[in-house]
């Protein structure tokens, strides 16, 4: 029992500090390249306002007459003349004037509340229980963690060929046990090649998010949304074998192909990516030299696939076309609705020895499925996402020589945020999150909460509020009022002393 | 035509007597770097004709153009945008006088709007989606005012004999007046601090 109570509180305190730091990033590069504010991009870093969507679209680059407001000046990797004489010579590109570098930190201190004091009990302590039982240690009440510090890189080389590549350098105070974000190379608009309408077909290569409704990378939230973090468990004591570990908040490696805008109109995303299993890189084949090419898991691929439509719902014509509505007190977010919906597709991969001694592989198919709407007037922004999940089971036969079907692994939920921005440097929110598994609910204490939850349907209440100090510094606040949760359950079954580890956190976040 | 002359005669000499009546303020503004505005104070009493010439203020490359324009009171300043992203002015007061604060708007590349200053004082220019554009008007309640180089030198021209005060203005200082006496070439150095 002390192994899995430590196995716990070490699970219990690596999430904390994983759900405590999720990333976000503004881009203190661009500033420096057009001498211009975060704000110019960002209503409440990250958080985009549609000027800043435009400007991602476009590639980071300003949407129109971008040349006009960089303020220090890219390097010419070739003259623009010897494109004239292409494929006689490397078509011209540019880099940036400045190493396009922006840095960020963030450290938070949480608060546990009083139910924490479940955390100091070992369940269930019994006369048999020797003298002298080490304890692991317990989430402290009160806790101050490092977070990230990350190194993030942006901008464009010309020739609608944008990059972005972050990755952190250190996690938690510790030294480069960080990992790679995203990193990638977006071809915009390279529909014009085929005589497409502008901006109606731009391709992505590398290590992304997944073009979700709403960004969690990008997130002004402290902590992730519960859904985007829900992997599908099966209950073995349903006899489900279903073990998918793939998030919807994971990094994705593949291709995107997309089309049109973020900022007004339609919108949509095509990706296609390495399958995302439980499974750890592949050993090389013995018939295959080393060199040969990469070893992962990933023999299947799967698919992503989105479309969003807004509608922008300005009087003026000419306000609800442009990137931006004219505000009379200057330009605002337009008044708008979205809605969107989203299809992930996908196969996991579980290898066994069979009962035989040979090999057992079982490929569940699954797929995720849901919908979005966001509604925006002035500084308010109300948005929402339900998600369904869904996972074909392949349940060992009676000898492990095989599978039959099982039951499949479902899930559901997703969550509803109201954003105001109160004032410039205020931001206000609202969250509300929903997860429904009756999986995490059977597997007890295996479920990715602190401890078992006591129900298929876990909820939780997020109001927080952020304040900008300065464009680039930013103190968040958010208070979770949690999902019940219980450490042990009695022989029937039913959850004992069942409480709520409701938690306060603060973070400080600077970019630079 | 004797008598033409004559009118002649004594038109220029009343011309000449009246250039001899107006003098200059020179001198340095110290204690700051870049631009510096001075300018006299109206005497009690006197008004001056509003100009009929309207400067023009762009926003250009997410930056006013010119950063710092002098204005008679009562001139008509257009603001124009000339950028391919839509911009605000607006200025929280003028001369510190917060009541005073105005914003005209957001408007497309390629017009202007325009606005005419009837108070005397500094109107720092906002932009409130481009937190970083700063700019000025500097509203003189006379015509005579002047800008200084980047030695902080300045020199204010046909100023009619008499005794004024002026001031000098920085973005970044608090003003500094000191009275002067103008009979031809006069002399003004102020000393601005934070």
Request: charge should be neutral; include cysteine.
């Amino acid at each position: 029992m002390n192994t899995r109570r430590r196995m716990f509180l070490l699970f219990a305190f690596v999430l904390t500090v994983v759900l405590l730091t999720g990333s976000s990033y503004a881009i203190p590069a661009f500033s420096r390249q057009y001498g211009t504010s975060c704000t110019t991009c960002h209503i409440d870093f990250p958080k985009l306002n549609d000027f800043g969507k435009a400007f991602k679209d476009a590639g980071f680059k300003f949407p129109k007459d971008d040349e006009s407001f960089i303020k220090i000046p890219p390097v010419m990797l070739g003259a623009p003349a010897q494109k004239d004489i292409w494929p006689h010579s490397v078509f011209p590109g540019t880099i940036p004037g400045l190493p396009p570098i922006g840095l960020r930190f963030n450290q938070f201190f949480q608060y546990t509340s009083g139910n924490a004091n479940n955390y100091y009990q070992v369940p269930p302590i019994t006369p048999q229980t020797p003298v002298g039982t080490a304890l692991s240690p317990t989430i402290p009440r009160t806790d101050f963690e490092a977070g990230y510090f990350s190194i993030f890189m942006a901008g464009n080389f010309g020739s609608d060929i944008a990059f972005w590549v972050d990755d952190d350098l250190s996690v938690s105070g510790l030294n480069a046990n960080g990992a790679l974000g995203d990193g990638y190379l977006r071809f915009v608009n390279i529909g014009r090649f085929f005589k497409l309408p502008t901006d109606a077909l731009t391709l992505k290569v590398g290590q992304f998010e997944l073009d979700l409704p709403f960004t969690q990378a990008r997130s002004i939230n402290i902590s992730p949304y519960d859904i985007y973090t829900e992997a599908n468990i099966g209950s073995s004591s349903i006899g489900q074998n279903v073990n998918n570990q793939f998030s919807m908040q994971d990094a994705a490696q593949g291709v995107e192909f997309s089309g049109g805008h973020q900022y007004g109109g339609y919108h949509y995303s095509l990706a296609i990516v390495n399958q995302n299993t439980s499974g750890g890189a592949a050993a090389a084949p013995s018939n295959v030299s080393s060199p040969a090419g990469f070893f992962s898991d990933s023999n299947y691929k799967n698919i992503y696939a989105r479309f969003s439509y807004r509608f922008n719902l300005e009087k003026d014509p000419a306000s609800r076309h442009d990137i931006q509505a004219a505000g009379a007190t200057g330009p605002r977010d337009h008044t708008y609705l979205s809605l969107g919906s989203f299809y992930y597709e996908g196969r996991s991969v579980q290898r066994f020895i069979s009962g035989t001694d040979s090999l057992l592989t079982a490929r569940e198919p699954f797929y995720r499925v849901g919908g979005d709407f966001s509604f925006n007037y002035r500084t308010f922004n109300l948005f929402g996402l339900y998600m369904y999940g869904h996972d074909q089971d392949q349940a060992f036969n009676g000898d492990y020589s095989g599978f039959v079907p099982g039951s499949a692994a479902k899930f559901n939920g997703g969550f509803l945020e109201a954003d105001y921005l109160a004032l410039p440097w205020l931001m206000t929110i609202l969250r509300y999150d929903r997860v429904q598994s009756t999986g995490d609910f059977l597997n007890g204490a295996n479920s990715s909460n602190y401890y078992s939850p006591v129900g298929s349907a876990r909820d939780r209440f997020t109001p927080g509020v952020q304040f900008l100090i300065h464009p680039n510094i930013k103190a968040s606040f958010e208070y979770q009022y949690r999902p019940q949760q219980a450490l042990y359950y009695n022989a029937s079954g039913q959850a004992v002393a069942a409480f709520r580890t409701n938690t306060a956190t603060g973070a400080l976040e600077f970019v630079y | 035509m004797k008598s033409t002359l004559m009118m002649m005669v004594v038109a220029v000499v009343a011309m000449m007597s009246l250039a001899a009546s107006a003098g200059t303020i020179s001198g340095k503004v110290s204690g700051v770097t870049g631009e510096s505005v001075v300018y006299v104070e109206a005497p009690a009493g006197k008004t001056f004709p509003a100009p009929t010439q309207e400067p023009v203020i762009d926003q250009k490359g997410l930056m006013f153009q010119p950063h710092i324009v002098v204005v008679q009171q009562g001139t008509t300043v257009q603001f124009l945008n000339s950028d391919s992203v839509a911009h605000n002015v607006f200025w929280p007061s003028v001369g510190g006088n917060k009541k005073l604060t105005h914003n005209l708007g957001t408007w497309p590349k390629g017009e202007k709007r325009a606005f005419k200053f009837d108070n005397p004082g500094a109107v720092p220019l906002l932009c409130n989606v481009h937190p970083e554009m700063s700019g000025y008007v500097v509203v003189s309640p006379t015509p005579y005012f002047a800008k200084t180089d980047a030695s902080g030198a300045y020199k204010i021209e046909n100023v009619p004999d008499g005794s004024y005060t002026v001031t000098a203005w920085h973005e970044g200082a608090k003003n500094q007046s000191k009275p002067v006496a103008v009979a031809g070439d006069s002399k003004a150095d102020l000393t601005l601090s934070k």
